[in-house]
């Protein structure tokens, strides 16, 4: 069976709400998606899906916890992640590691779309990929490897050679893969190559991304990148902050061709929030989240009217003031 998971808690309930409507649009109302959990955190996310008959969110505890476990293992091997963390225990955004249990989850095929980002076309085209290749992604994180591997690690590029790091490297936020894809025996085979120093190529600051990435490469797993492989003319963005995207009905385009997915990424989950309870901020493509996040109860859509706030105001004459005196406004 073939379906779509993603991860999500009550605090990014709005996007969680405006990405299943964005499915239901756009692959089908009975389109399975799993749901995993970042934390306990699920009171209103289970109160939204008790109507939604294909939805569910998965209660493996004992995957949970061996995909905790095998992210502690991962990072207990990095000789700097602790110390740059500043964390005597656990980890950095620790429960961003469950989207690894799509590895034992319900679906043969599965297609992971993070929580900030909406569905706007059809998925068949990757499912269909996934019949000849491990993983299926459609982005241009290559561009920016510094978000993948330490850069400057001195093992770097005797693990995976630059022309690979420049062709296989993607974003964890959207990717098609399968289930069962790696063994118990596979995963103590990679613990022990990161445990001989190669840990040390992790990037810290996106600790599931690069994992994820590790996994998919060390292993030499199929690859397969839309972005590198169809015509210049056929590909599409995929994030906010590109431009130049135009909106129409729920439905966005980048030089007229139909985006897949729309990722909202760098937007803080507070932002969604504050839309959502009436604040006018200038959040890029923010009619296109609330037309998703409001379909079936458009009666509740903010009026925002007036000239939206800025996300990222400029600093006033007195906060710039106090910090050319070396101070701070309270």
Same mark, same amino acid.
């Given at each position: 069976?073939?379906?779509? $998971?993603?991860? %999500?808690?009550?605090?990014?309930?709005?996007?969680?709400?405006?990405?299943?409507?964005?499915?239901?649009?756009?692959? #089908?109302?009975?389109?399975?998606?799993? =749901?995993?959990?970042?934390?306990?955190?699920?009171?209103?996310?289970?109160?939204?899906? %008790?109507?939604?008959?294909?939805? @569910?969110?998965?209660?493996?505890?004992?995957?949970?916890?061996? +995909?905790?476990?095998?992210?502690?293992?991962?990072?207990?091997?990095?000789?700097?992640?602790?110390?740059? +963390?500043?964390?005597?225990?656990?980890? !950095?955004?620790?429960?961003?590691?469950? &989207?690894?249990?799509?590895?034992?989850?319900?679906?043969?095929?599965?297609?992971?779309?993070? %929580?900030?980002?909406?569905?706007?076309?059809?998925?068949?085209?990757?499912?269909?990929?996934?019949?000849?290749?491990?993983?299926?992604?459609?982005?241009?994180?290559?561009?920016?490897?510094?978000?993948?591997?330490?850069?400057?690690?001195? @093992?770097?590029?005797?693990?995976?050679?630059?022309?690979?790091?420049? *062709?296989?490297?993607? $974003?964890?936020?959207?990717?098609?893969?399968? &289930?069962?894809?790696?063994?118990?025996? @596979?995963?103590?085979?990679?613990?022990? !190559?990161? #445990?001989?120093?190669?840990?040390?190529?992790?990037?810290? +600051?996106?600790?599931?991304?690069?994992?994820?990435?590790?996994?998919?490469?060390?292993?030499?797993? @199929? =690859?397969?990148?839309?972005?590198?492989?169809?015509?210049?003319?056929?590909?599409?963005?995929? $994030?906010?902050?590109?431009? !130049?995207?135009?909106?129409?009905?729920?439905? /966005?385009?980048?030089?007229?061709?139909?985006?897949?997915?729309?990722?909202?990424?760098? /937007?803080?989950?507070?932002?969604?929030?504050?839309?959502?309870?009436?604040?006018?901020?200038? $959040?890029?493509?923010?009619?296109?989240?609330?037309?998703?996040?409001?379909?079936?109860?458009?009666?509740?859509?903010?009026?925002?009217?007036? *000239?939206?706030?800025?996300?990222?105001?400029?600093?006033? /004459?007195?906060? &710039?003031?106090?910090?050319?005196?070396?101070?701070?406004?309270?």
């Amino acid at each position: 069976m073939d379906g779509i $998971c993603t991860l %999500a808690n009550d605090y990014v309930y709005d996007q969680l709400v405006a990405l299943l409507n964005s499915i239901e649009v756009n692959q #089908g109302k009975d389109t399975p998606v799993c =749901i995993f959990p970042y934390d306990d955190n699920l009171e209103r996310v289970r109160a939204e899906i %008790a109507h939604r008959p294909n939805v @569910q969110i998965y209660d493996d505890q004992e995957s949970i916890d061996r +995909w905790d476990t095998f992210a502690q293992a991962v990072w207990e091997r990095h000789p700097t992640a602790k110390q740059q +963390w500043n964390l005597q225990s656990g980890l !950095h955004r620790a429960g961003t590691h469950r &989207r690894f249990c799509g590895f034992d989850g319900p679906f043969d095929r599965f297609i992971y779309i993070d %929580a900030d980002a909406l569905l706007i076309d059809s998925l068949d085209y990757i499912f269909e990929k996934l019949e000849t290749h491990d993983w299926v992604v459609y982005d241009y994180q290559f561009k920016d490897p510094s978000h993948i591997y330490t850069l400057d690690a001195p @093992q770097l590029y005797e693990v995976f050679p630059k022309e690979r790091i420049e *062709t296989e490297i993607f $974003c964890s936020g959207f990717y098609g893969t399968h &289930r069962n894809l790696y063994n118990s025996q @596979q995963l103590e085979d990679l613990l022990n !190559h990161l #445990g001989a120093g190669e840990a040390e190529v992790l990037y810290v +600051w996106a600790p599931d991304q690069t994992i994820l990435n590790y996994l998919a490469m060390r292993s030499q797993r @199929q =690859i397969y990148n839309f972005s590198l492989h169809l015509p210049p003319e056929e590909r599409t963005g995929c $994030c906010v902050t590109s431009p !130049h995207f135009e909106e129409t009905d729920g439905v /966005v385009y980048d030089k007229g061709k139909r985006l897949t997915y729309l990722h909202y990424i760098g /937007v803080s989950s507070s932002i969604f929030r504050r839309l959502c309870e009436g604040e006018n901020l200038d $959040c890029p493509y923010r009619d296109v989240f609330l037309h998703y996040r409001y379909l079936h109860e458009p009666e509740k859509r903010p009026q925002l009217t007036g *000239t939206p706030k800025p996300l990222n105001p400029p600093p006033t /004459v007195t906060q &710039r003031l106090l910090r050319k005196l070396g101070l701070r406004s309270k």
